[in-house]
């Protein structure tokens, strides 16, 4: 990739997560706060049914339709996998006007903090991950990377380009202003960070990042009949990011008692007890923390 032509800011994704969603219609309605002279940047409500509503989705997530099988059976109507394919078309199959790089802004109930979510480890996503963790040292870059693009739901599976914005900790179908203003700064840096890549003016150092790779979700306990009798135990809540250690209390059962984490090595939980996932039975998902040099 020697140029970088188009940007996509997408928010939306899930229709009641405000922070993405209103960041567009921030940047639809002032476009020189995200206009560079070098490439065009468009935005994209993703799930403007979803949004109305304030619902998370119509009729199906829409950040788990992008699987390429998916996006090609013609079979598939519900909302959000017709919406998924317009998307696609929208962004990818529109010729010259062709995304290039792909944000997709999200925020959680969990506390995540500012999160990058990588999908894959092209060099110019861990160079900027590296850059924006470095400017703001609250920003942590999570990697939930797939063996081939036709594994990848997400939206960020149309692109090679580009990853998510995560933030949190923040209600759904709410907008924190400190939340607001923080994703956008990282919005603004990566749009720098992208006009200078294309002026030639990134210099190629090696750098050391912090990565939390996906190892496995873990559900909460449950009863045969799939019934919840235990939920996160107060020392976990709110822990994102915190070592984990084999025996360290992990769930609290409505009977009172505690249950530890049986895992062999220490781990680095994320995405605790987040309000969209009980559906999915996650009660977070476990990372392995490391550094990497790129």
Known sequence: MNQINRVAIVGGTHGNEFTGAYLVHKFAQFPDLI????????????????FAAARRYVEKDLNRCFLKQDL????????????????????????????????????????????????????????????LSQINPLVRIYRCSFQSVEENPFVNSLCELGFAFEVGPIAQGVLKATLFQQTEELVHALLDYLEQFNQGEIRSNN??????????????????????????????????????NPGDPIFIAFNGKTIVYEGASTVWPIFINEAAYYEKGIAMCLTQKQQINI
């Open 207 to 244: 750098e050391t990042l912090t990565l939390y790779d996906h190892l496995s979700t873990v559900d909460y306990p449950k009863k045969s009949d799939g019934t919840i009798f235990g939920m996160i135990h107060p020392e976990l809540q709110d822990n994102d990011y915190q070592a984990l």
């Open 35 to 50: 206009t560079r002279s070098s490439f065009e940047t468009v935005t994209l409500l993703a799930n403007p049914n979803a």
């Open 72 to 131: 090609q059976d013609s079979t598939l109507k519900s909302y959000e996998e017709l919406q998924a394919k317009l998307i696609q078309d929208t962004l990818i199959s529109n010729g010259d006007k062709q995304a290039d790089f792909i944000l997709d802004l999200h925020s959680s109930t969990a506390n995540m903090g500012l999160t990058i979510i990588l999908v894959n480890s092209h060099p110019l996503n861990l160079k900027l991950a590296a850059y």
